[in-house]
């Protein structure tokens, strides 16, 4: 990860979360303020941008499945974005979580270009883990620096 010149006082372990209502207008919202945390703990712009997309491909997947057939907004589904970055390490990890359902089973082909979204997450970030159980899906997507601290 590639970062312009940190904030001198970012020197340990820096946190952002968020949780909103899993709709399409929320998750834009959720977006812009990562972009945002990210400028502000010196991340560059070329990496910002992947992160995003990375973050922001995960967030369309908790909308658009893990709460099928009901509007997530007005029955309590929600997305929850964890972020964490440790300046010594120059590591980077967000996690997105929901608690909706898993649906087993689903391919891409069944989804079309829709279903490259897992493919695309890992394209972007170091590392990347889906993990589902019935309370819900949680998706880790760390990024690590390739420059000394």
Known sequence: MH????DPSITSTVC???????TAAEITSLRR???????RIGVDDRCRQDVV?????????????????RDAGVHGGVVEVDATFVAHEQDLEITV????????G??????????RRLELIAALTTHTRVSTAGTGTTVTMSWQADLPV
């Open 3 to 6: 970062r312009h010149p940190l």
């Open 16 to 22: 952002w979360y968020r949780q909103a209502p899993a």
């Open 33 to 39: 303020a990562l972009a945002g945390w990210l400028a």
């Open 53 to 69: 997309a990375a973050v922001y491909e995960a967030l369309a997947n908790v909308v658009e499945h893990a709460y099928p057939g």
């Open 97 to 104: 979580a929901d608690h909706g359902r898993w649906r087993a």
């Open 106 to 115: 689903m391919r891409a082909s069944h989804t079309g270009s829709r279903g």
